[in-house]
T-cell receptor, first 119, second 112 residues
Framework: DAMVIQNPRYQVTQFGKPVTLSCSQT?????MYWYQQKSSQAPKLLFH???????NEADTPDNFQSRRPNTSFCFLDIRSPGLGDAAMYLC??????????????????FGPGTRLTVT | GDSVTQMEGPVTLSEEAFLTINCTYT??????LFWYVQYPGEGLQLLLK?????DKGSNKGFEATYRKETTSFHLEKGSVQVSDSAVYFC???????????FGGGTRVLVKP
């Protein structure tokens, strides 16, 4: 039944040690998103993929990178985690109509999140 | 720019009480509106949505009506349960890009 799966659920990494979080989906949605959420604040969008087209938010630090090797999988790479990067990382997916003129608006489906601790 | 404002919590209620969480939005054009719920330690779940003015979204006893004239999408439930304790997020999006703009979240605690 799981539609958006995130692994691991809990990740501990050391300061400055690269870490990768993974997300997979069984919905065949063409859009995948990565959010950062701290202390029950609103999720903050880091970037999203529309198919293979990568879209970075203007204020996302360069320390955060992403890969989407195929429709089902998307990865979040943190190259040099700092203490301030400790947070819950949420993956989400949605459909989106083809082209910029799409008029339909679809909900996003979220995974359970990965809680990252930086020691 | 587009924004969503919702009442700050925490909101503490007794079981079977009436719940209202206010949400207002600013947007150019006509966004879709959503309520998401987040239980402790979990991701966000879509609770309900409305895509045009006067639409009413409903699910699990929760309701919200898209009010264009007051730019609001208030969440209501007539009789809350302990299991409704969670953080509730109001959000809007537009078709272009399908990116969500969230409110700050409202923590609700229901006591037996």
């Amino acid at each position: 039944d799981a539609m958006v799966i995130q692994n691991p659920r809990y990740q501990v990494t050391q300061f400055g040690k690269p870490v990768t979080l993974s997300c997979s989906q069984t919905l065949n949605h063409n859009v995948m998103y990565w959010y950062q959420q701290k202390s029950s604040q609103a999720p903050k969008l880091l970037f999203h993929y529309y198919d293979k087209d990568f879209n970075n938010e203007a204020d996302t630090p360069d320390n955060f990178q992403s890969r989407r090797p195929n429709t089902s999988f998307c990865f979040l790479d943190i190259r040099s985690p700092g203490l301030g990067d400790a947070a819950m990382y949420l993956c989400a997916t949605s459909r989106l109509g083809a082209g910029q003129g799409a008029t339909a608006s679809y909900e996003q489906y979220f995974g359970p999140g990965t809680r990252l601790t930086v020691t | 720019g587009d924004s969503v404002t919702q009442m700050e919590g925490p909101v503490t209620l007794s079981e079977e009480a009436f719940l209202t969480i206010n949400c207002t939005y600013t947007a150019t054009g006509y966004p879709s509106l959503f309520w998401y719920v987040q239980y402790p330690g979990e991701g966000l779940q879509l609770l309900l949505k409305a895509t045009k003015a006067d639409d009413k979204g409903s699910n699990k006893g929760f309701e919200a009506t898209y009010r264009k004239e007051t730019t609001s999408f208030h969440l209501e439930k007539g009789s809350v349960q302990v299991s409704d304790s969670a953080v509730y997020f109001c959000a809007q999006n537009k078709a272009a890009g399908n990116k969500l703009t969230f409110g700050g979240g409202t923590r609700v605690l229901v006591k037996p």
